[in-house]
């Protein structure tokens, strides 16, 4: 079992938005979100505790160019993984969306199981490289460095391994609980040898790093059969 990947999709084509979101929601895989517009897509960004893992944007859109839009997001910091729909290939037209940052494009008609191959490939591509950041609380969460910055206090925490696939790991929760026996499965892998007692004494250690009071977790919740996030409650402790 993984986390849902939430995924915007932005197309003016509400019949293949629809089926996008239908097709992406039916393995538990991802959880799509839809736009039929530049502006629709701006509110859903800009949406309080709003969070993307990537974007499917068309070129063509009522209210301005996908690629246009693209380069502002680009400009704007956004790092997640864009990919660009189209129904003209010819290169130049590749050659710019490419130029604003789109980090593939794929012509329609296109078959599903090819944007969802390049999808996910293009997810483990930015999930392993510098530009991931995820904020986690009041934290500016690096996996690829395993660490997490604290702005406001201008100080860095160091991670094992470990504990940054846990917290990457319940970070694409949301804030849902995680079963133990799962956030074992996806951090150890199916070792007989590892038992729940190492992930609970992950959770302690990364408690002691994270949380202003460990013995009060305020983040990293303890739930009947496993753990969520609560990023709203790291900075109600803070006040």
């Known amino acids: 079992m993984t986390a849902e990947r939430p995924i915007l999709i932005i197309d003016d084509d509400l019949l293949l938005r ?21 502006a629709e897509a701006d509110a859903a960004l800009a949406a309080a505790g709003a ?8 070129v063509t859109l009522p209210d301005g160019d996908g690629r246009d839009f693209c380069l502002r997001l680009r400009r704007d910091g956004l790092r997640i993984p864009i990919i660009m729909l189209t129904g003209s290939d010819e290169e130049a037209d ?4 490419l130029d604003a940052g789109a980090n593939d494009y794929v012509g329609k008609p296109f078959k599903l199981a090819v ?3 390049r999808l996910r490939a293009q997810l483990r591509l930015f999930e392993t490289s510098e530009d991931a950041v995820f904020s986690i609380g009041p934290y500016i969460f690096r ?3 395993k ?8 100080r860095r925490i160091r991670l094992t391994e470990k504990e940054s696939a846990i917290l990457k790991f319940l970070y694409r929760a949301g804030t849902r609980t995680v079963a133990r026996e799962v956030l074992l499965n996806e951090v150890w892998g199916y070792n007989a040898s590892v038992t729940t007692h190492t992930l609970e004494t992950h959770i302690y250690r990364l408690r002691q790093k994270i949380e202003p009071d460990p013995a009060r977790s305020r983040l990293l ?19």
Do not use: C, K
């Not at 629809?18 to 530049?38: I, K, N, R, Y």
């Not at 660490?147 to 201008?154: C, F, H, K, S, T």
């Open 147 to 154: 660490q997490l910055q604290d702005p406001a206090r201008g």
């Open 51 to 58: 969070r993307f893992d990537a974007l499917i944007l068309d």
């Open 94 to 97: 590749v050659v710019r969306g």
């Open 221 to 239: 919740l303890t739930e009947s059969g496993g753990y969520r996030l609560d990023p709203t409650g790291v900075f109600a402790a803070a006040l």
């Open 18 to 38: 629809e089926t996008l979101v239908d097709q992406l929601s039916q393995d538990g895989e991802f959880a799509p979100s839809q736009a039929g517009s530049l």
């Open 115 to 117: 944007l969802l191959a």
């Open 143 to 145: 996996p690829s460095v």
